[in-house]
């Protein structure tokens, strides 16, 4: 029993790894633009065929749900039209193979996707915290004015920030790709999981959606192995609404 819950607990940090890097680029654009991107999952659908394309290869103003939601609908249907319904993998000699310490088993699918995305989240909270542009992204939604007497334009650092989320979101993709095969719509499942990962770990903290996203890999691969798989997708709500009650800013607050 102890082996499997350390198993389960271990699972659970490398999901919530990868679940961090699906969240990062929502953290910026959600958590500092407050704009509602529906379509942040399927910008990570569209990395995960960008990586599938190269695997292929080398082997051989925004606003509006309405309009994330459009955008999200046009590249489901886009990739459906060009790629079919059927699901999509990459190959890669370390896929399908475990590195064994004792008793514990670290699956290589999940092993690389875990530290990259905390290699991604590294990278992306020093160049917000270092960089002028970057605290000029961390101060958009705090003080437009004070930015514009600092030399910056709010409208061009918001396009940016943009981009970095966008860019993030693709590289989740490549992640997801080697974790498992994929297809058109899978992004669907990630919608709700990454906002609550976003509100529990403080609105724009980076270092608040990295431990989020751990804590609710870990809480999802416990419940999925002593209760069972179909539970787990209800973990991201139910602590979600948990945090709302007890800790309405989540756990980093919003300038984490």
């Known amino acids: 029993m102890f082996e499997l819950f350390v198993n389960a607990v271990v699972a659970g940090v490398l999901l919530g790894g990868f679940y961090a890097a699906v969240a990062l680029g929502l953290s910026i654009v959600f958590g500092r633009l407050d704009i509602v991107n529906i379509a942040h999952p399927a910008f990570v659908i569209i990395g995960s065929y960008v990586a599938f394309i190269m695997n292929e290869r ?11 939601f459009g955008i999200m609908f046009i590249i489901e249907v886009l990739l459906i039209l060009y790629y079919g319904v059927d699901y999509r993998n990459v ?3 370390y896929i399908g193979e475990t590195l064994f310490l004792g008793f514990l088993g670290l699956p290589y699918r999940m092993l690389v996707p875990f530290i990259a995305a905390a290699i991604l989240t590294g990278v992306v909270y020093l160049y917000l915290s270092k960089t002028f542009l970057g605290r000029a992204i961390l101060a958009v939604s705090q003080d437009r004015l004070a930015l514009q007497l600092m030399g910056a334009d709010p409208v061009k ?9 966008i860019a993030t979101a693709a590289v ?8 498992q095969p994929i297809e058109p719509s ?8 990454v906002f609550a990962i976003v509100i ?6 980076i ?3 990295f431990f989020a996203a751990l804590i609710i890999g870990i809480a999802e691969s416990l419940v999925a192995t002593f209760v069972g798989p179909s539970w787990a997708p209800a973990v991201a709500f139910g602590l979600l609404l948990v945090t709302l009650a007890v800790r309405p800013q989540g756990l980093f607050g ?3």
């Open 207 to 209: 270092s608040g959606t």
């Open 172 to 179: 989740a993709g490549a992640l997801l790709i080697i974790i």
């Open 58 to 68: 080398y082997m051989l103003s925004l606003s509006g749900l309405a309009y994330f």
């Open 254 to 256: 919003r300038a984490g």
């Open 186 to 193: 899978v992004g669907r499942l990630y919608i709700g999981r």
């Open 200 to 205: 529990l770990g403080g609105m724009g903290s």
């Open 157 to 165: 650092v918001k396009q940016w920030a943009f981009g970095i989320g």
């Open 91 to 93: 190959q890669a000699p």
